[in-house]
């Protein structure tokens, strides 16, 4: 089945730096999709490309959709302490509206 | 407005055991879709529901069945209930017309089977 492979696993980093994350596929998505969970919550939507070669951001946060349709990247600027959680990409198919496949989570600690 | 509500949020279940978990969806929305997060791991997607109707389906055994019932609300039932069923069962919830990925998650319920 489809699998999405998340890179890295874990960060630490210092407050300031920034970060840079990316997921890979083995199918072609249509979306991509950035989450971000904090401990006991669900996930919760950052970003979301719809086209290939789109750069998308939202505040200190940059995505973009691979032009191969098979890989995504997310790049937070200027990192602080409450950028730590874990995110989640996320890739859908044409024809699986709804359906989400997950990426297996980027772990990201800050240190002030 | 509330967002997705979900009950109860946490549960411990024997091994062969069966479970009602529910979710209310945000307002406004009319899909319902049920995800399964083991430990460390991402979401898995079980299955979605609009129109009281199952839509799709992910990987996932007859154990699992759903509902949705008139005003949107959803059940999802886990029968015979295995070690590996422990996990953090997620709602999330969308409107049809956002094209499924306006996804509102909710916090889940974390069920623990002994």
């Known amino acids: 089945g489809q699998q999405l492979n998340q890179s890295p696993q874990s960060m630490f980093i210092q407050e300031g730096e920034d970060v840079s994350m990316n997921c890979t596929s083995s199918?072609?998505?249509?979306?991509w999709l950035w989450y971000k969970q904090d401990p006991g919550e669900g996930p919760v939507l950052l970003i979301a490309l719809y086209k290939a070669g789109e750069l998308t951001s939202n505040g200190r946060l940059t995505a973009q959709f691979g032009i191969t349709r098979k890989d995504s990247f997310l790049n937070i600027s200027a990192s602080i302490p409450s950028d730590v959680g874990i995110y989640f990409c996320?890739?859908?198919?044409?024809?699986?509206?709804?359906?989400?496949?997950f990426g297996q989570g980027t772990t990201l600690q800050v240190k002030p | 407005d509330a967002g997705v509500t979900q009950s109860p949020t946490h549960l411990i279940k024997t091994r062969g055991q069966q479970v009602t978990l529910r979710c209310s969806p945000k307002s406004g929305h009319d899909t319902v879709s049920w995800y399964q997060q083991a430990l460390g791991q991402g979401p898995q997607f079980i299955f979605q529901y609009y129109e009281e109707e199952e839509r799709q389906r992910g990987n996932f055994p007859d154990r699992f069945s759903g509902h949705q019932f008139p005003n949107y609300s959803s059940e999802l039932n886990v029968n015979a209930l295995l070690l590996g069923d422990s996990a953090l069962y997620l709602c999330a919830s969308s409107s049809l017309g956002q094209g499924n990925y306006g996804y509102t998650f909710g916090s889940g319920t974390r069920l623990t089977v002994v």
């Open positions: 199918s072609i998505f249509n979306t």
């Open positions: 996320a890739g859908a198919s044409s024809g699986n509206t709804g359906k989400l496949i």
